[in-house]
């Protein structure tokens, strides 16, 4: 039996039996899997101390032909303590791991991994950025699934203009010009640079970044969850 060893990241913990407990986890070479941890709830357990929620772990495991590993071995490498100081920090990390889990696959690419890294990351060490690191999350978690928000030209071609307002259109993943609207020019040129970004400090020097991302945020959400996965 060969023993695989890999970074992981935890993004589900199922209690199993007395003492033993079901993992999710997601790694950057061998996609997402799932991981039996015996005897890891025991308070002695050796496995207990490597497997913290929002960190990254060393671990091994051993690849057999069941879908479901046996974890041998875990060492905690970095813990992203800093997100559990607060609780609006801490729910939207449960979301990042969340809807990595719903949207990825066990053969998923690197991808997918690193972006949870780098935004569980920015999250720790940028406390009052907290939404720019989730817009950023959900715009690149869109555009791995394969989906894009048009910020070229207006859901109808049109070009943008400086003057007027719009609304976003999930059908067309655009935006489109109305009175009524509520997003103005600034919004998307700040969307454009988030999509763009390679990470979410990229956009911390840019002005009203948090402002711009709370507000975009919900669109962003909202379109990632009407993709198919």
């Known amino acids: 039996m060969k023993h695989v060893v890999t970074p992981a990241i935890i993004l589900k913990r199922i209690d199993y039996g007395e003492a033993d407990r079901i993992l999710t986890i997601i790694t950057p070479d061998h996609g997402k899997v799932s991981v039996l941890a015996k005897g890891v709830r025991k308070t ?108 070229e030209t207006q859901s109808n071609g049109q070009p943008f203009s400086e003057t007027i307002l719009y609304t976003f259109n999930f059908d067309d993943m655009g935006f489109i010009a109305s009175k009524a609207g509520t997003f103005n020019p600034h919004h998307i040129k700040y969307l454009r640079l988030l999509i763009r970004a390679d990470k979410p400090e990229h956009l911390l020097h840019v002005a009203n970044a948090s402002m711009l991302s709370g507000e975009l945020l919900p669109i962003l959400k909202r379109a990632v969850d009407l993709q198919k996965h």
Not at 72 to 82: P, Y
Not at 128 to 137: G, L, S, T, Y
Request: charge should be negative.
């Open 44 to 151: 002695k357990s050796k496995l207990a101390g490597g497997l913290e929620l929002f960190s990254v772990s060393d671990i091994t495991f051993i690849e057999n032909k069941s879908d479901l590993k046996t974890l041998i071995s875990a060492q905690l490498n970095v813990h992203f303590r800093s997100i559990v100081t607060d609780i609006h920090r801490t729910m939207i990390a449960y979301d990042f791991i969340k809807y990595i889990d719903i949207h990825s696959h066990e053969s998923c690419e690197k991808t997918f991994y690193e972006l949870l890294e780098v935004s569980l990351q920015s999250l720790n060490n940028h406390h009052d950025f907290v939404d720019v690191a989730a817009a950023w999350f959900f715009a690149r978690l869109l555009a791995h699934m394969g989906a894009s928000v048009n910020i």
